[in-house]
C-alpha cells in the first residue's frame, strides 16, 4: 500500500468491486524453497469475506498453500505520468495505478466445493462476453469433467485485511489531475483517465 493517505479510499465498496471487475490476481505464499506466486481468475463471496480459486495441481505452490497465510493481488489499470503534462514544471516522473491487496489464511476446498467456484467463474464470465447461449459444465462429457477437474487444486482465502491503494494523481490540483488524465487519454490509457475522472477528487480518497 503506498503511504500517502490521498491514495486510499474512503469508500468501503470500491475495493471489492475492483477485485469482481478485473477478476485475476497474484497469489504470494511463503515456502521452503522461498517465497512462490500464481496467477489465477479469482472468485470473491457476496459478503467479500472468502476468495476462491484453483491452480494447476502441478503449480509449486499448490504443496505449501493449504494452513499458510497468502497475500492476494488484483491489479487495475496503470501508466506512466509524465512531467510535461502538468502546467507546473517543478514535477518529476511517477506512476498512476489501482491495486488491492487481500491477506489471510488459505485453505484446500473439496471436490464439490472446487465445482461450485469453476460454476461460478464460467457464469460470471460467460454473462460478460455475452455468450448465447452460455457454456456451462453440462455441455461436457461428465467423466471428461471430472477427469480434467482431478488436475486442478482449489483454495479459498478467508480475507482477514484489505489493502488498497488508488493513485490517481488525488494530491495534485484539479486542473493538473484534468492534464494528467488528457495526456492518458491521449497515449491509450482511457480506462485509468476514466477513473481519474471518477475518483480522483475528494471523492476517491479519504
Known amino acids: 500500500m503506498h503511504p500517502n493517505p490521498a491514495f486510499r479510499p474512503a469508500q468501503d465498496d470500491l475495493a471489492p468491486l475492483i477485485v469482481r ?10 515456502t521452503p524453497d522461498g517465497p512462490r506466486v500464481a496467477h489465477a481468475p479469482v472468485v470473491l463471496s457476496e459478503d467479500a469475506k472468502r476468495l476462491q480459486f484453483h491452480l494447476a495441481r502441478g503449480n509449486g505452490l499448490t504443496r505449501h498453500l493449504d494452513g499458510q ?5 488484483v491489479q487495475g489499470p496503470d501508466a506512466y505520468v509524465s512531467p510535461g503534462w502538468y502546467q507546473d514544471a517543478d514535477q518529476v516522473p511517477t506512476w498512476n495505478y489501482v ?3 487481500m491477506e489471510g489464511p488459505a485453505r484446500k476446498m473439496d471436490d ?13 464470465h460467460e454473462a460478460r462476453i455475452g455468450a448465447t447461449p452460455p457454456w456451462t459444465r453440462d455441455k461436457m462429457d461428465a467423466k471428461k469433467f471430472q477427469q480434467m477437474t482431478r488436475a486442478i487444486i482449489g483454495f479459498e482465502v478467508e480475507v482477514a485485511a484489505w489493502r488498497t491503494t488508488v493513485k490517481l494523481s488525488q494530491n495534485k490540483p484539479e486542473g493538473e489531475r484534468e492534464r494528467v488524465a488528457a495526456g492518458l487519454d491521449a497515449t491509450g490509457h482511457g480506462a485509468l483517465a476514466r477513473l481519474m475522472r471518477h ?3 475528494d471523492r476517491g480518497a479519504a
Not at 497465510?69 to 493481488?73: K, N, R
Not at 464439490?112 to 460470471?124: G, H, K, N
Open 199 to 201: 475518483l480522483g477528487g
Open 21 to 30: 471487475e478485473i477478476g485475476f490476481a497474484a497469489i504470494f505464499a511463503a
Open 69 to 73: 497465510t497468502a497475500l492476494v493481488v
Open 99 to 101: 491495486a488491492v491487496e
Open 112 to 124: 464439490e466445493a472446487l465445482v461450485t467456484q469453476i460454476d461460478a467463474l464460467s457464469a460470471t
